[in-house]
């Protein structure tokens, strides 16, 4: 199993430590994968369902600075030189979908080929409205925003007159990257399984710590291979990563669920790790390391 590890780009840590300061500790430490975290606005109130929570309702502070993704991605691989660099999850309707694919093609060229991105459709409401979005249409762009990035990979997309994307023909993307960056569905529900069995190369889970279910994720894992195979795709060669959230100071709790994580069909988890003193960081990557082997 990769034992792989959250870079804050959230809240104080960034601005007090440095998003790469802090990536080439996490490395140093042994981490496989090192995941920032999305948003681009907030909310003053939000009224959209929160649904990771208990009640539905964030439970971090909207006016708490939020360090834009791409950015922090490329604070991470500029600072490390052999961990995977990633975002878990990206809200991709959100994203200019060739300006976003040139900015991964352009880091996972420059980085020797590290990147893998977590995407999703959304979950709050007014975060589209204030980008001018259609909320009701995330998941349709979803999907046509995935299929644009891959093209856009290859350097010469063809001409596309999708639903809600058009793009001329004779259009060239350079760089490409090294290799094709994975693309990971996040989400719980039964659409993001069913589109990451369909069309992604995997699947971005997420559980809280405190709230660690194994067995409630081989449904999960179950539906997601049903969906690769119907699709006429090998169930095999798609990867399971759980983010694991509310972990910091709980690496026991997380070590001790790894082995029924792992026969769950989990290939990697990304965990917190403390950053009050120093070492915490290598401390937990020793006791998840030890707990996976």
Known sequence: MRISSKVPNSGPLPAALGIGPMAARLEAAGFDGLWCSDHIVMPAVAESYYPFGDDGKVS????????????????????????????????????????????????????????????????????FEALGVDYATRGARLDEWMALLRDCWTGFPAA????????PDGVIVQPTPLGKPPILVGGTSKVALRRAGR?????????????????????????????????GRDPARLRVVLRVIESAGRADVVAAALPALAAAGVDEVIVDTSWDGDGDEVAVHDRLRAAAM
């Open 60 to 127: 971090w502070d909207p006016q708490m600075p939020w360090y834009d993704a791409v950015v922090a991605m490329t604070m991470t691989a500029a600072a490390t030189a052999r961990a995977e660099v990633g975002v878990a999850v990206l809200v991709l309707p959100l994203r200019q979908p060739v300006t976003f694919a040139k900015q991964v093609a352009s880091i996972d060229a420059l980085t020797g080929g590290r990147m893998a991105l977590g995407v999703g459709a959304g979950w709050l409401a007014e975060e």
């Open 160 to 167: 596309r007159d999708g639903a809600h994307y058009t793009l």
């Open 199 to 231: 069309s992604g190369d995997g699947w971005l889970g997420l559980q809280r710590a405190g709230h660690l279910d194994p067995d409630a994720l081989r449904p999960s894992v179950g539906l997601l291979r049903r969906e690769a195979g119907a699709a």
